[in-house]
């Protein structure tokens, strides 16, 4: 089975930086994916990491532990359309993804 | 079309009724996906299809079935709709199935059983 866990609620100001961390506990691994949701629309991918370390996109960068069973995802230089909802999933070895139930990032001017 | 679209786009159903839920992607994706997300638990999996022709379980099978006739198209039937049907149902696509996937979602069908 798959457990996956990170807060239910952030908010932040407009330029800082917010860190919304992910924990697992699951039967297999193979891979790690942040998704981006925001309010009546469909998840869109955010970033994928596989082996331990940093991976950094732009204003956005995702770190991965598969010893520590720990991810995060860092957004920097928050900006008002960051206001969304930050789903965390879990590939196992079927390839199929388990997803948390997400984190609700506000962004206050 | 562009990428996945779902239709219809939301629906209210009586409880007892049949319903399909229509998914059809344009990028010649092998893999299609049905989840339902429900405030609090997150996407859940229903059922997936890894080519044309083939079908798996997921999560929370019970209740739907699905079929894949051709790549396209990916339809989802509450063969009897119940009240705890009532979610945003949210289609997917990815190219293989495998180990260098990402998983594309459509905009999903907002799905209300009275």
């Known amino acids: 089975g798959q457990n996956i866990d990170q807060p239910t609620e952030m908010t932040a100001t407009e330029g800082a930086i917010v860190q919304i961390n992910c924990t697992y506990q699951t039967s297999g691994f193979n891979g790690l994916f942040w998704y981006q949701q925001h309010a009546g629309e469909a998840p869109t991918f955010l970033s994928y990491?596989?082996?331990?370390g940093l991976e950094e996109k732009g204003r956005f960068s995702s770190f991965l532990s598969r010893s520590k069973g720990y991810s995060y995802l860092l957004l920097k230089e928050l900006q008002m359309k960051d206001s969304a909802s930050y789903l965390c999933a879990v590939r196992d070895n079927d390839y199929k993804l388990s997803f948390g139930a997400g984190t609700t990032v506000t962004v206050r001017a | 079309i562009a990428g996945i679209t779902q239709a219809p786009t939301s629906q209210i159903l009586a409880a007892g009724r049949r319903m399909t839920l229509r998914c059809t992607q344009d990028?010649?994706?092998?893999?299609m996906y049905w989840y339902r997300q429900d405030l609090g638990l997150g996407l859940r999996l229903i059922h997936y299809s890894n080519t044309a022709g083939t079908t798996g379980k997921g999560e929370v099978p019970d209740g739907y079935s699905v079929s894949r006739a051709n790549t396209d198209d990916f339809p989802l039937t509450l063969a009897s709709a119940v009240p705890s049907q009532t979610s945003v149902y949210f289609c997917?696509?990815?190219?293989?199935?495998?180990?260098?996937?990402?998983?594309?979602f459509g905009p999903g069908t907002r799905l209300t059983v009275l």
């Open positions: 990491n596989v082996l331990d």
């Open positions: 997917a696509s990815s190219f293989s199935g495998g180990a260098t996937d990402t998983q594309y």
């Open positions: 990028m010649r994706h092998n893999a």
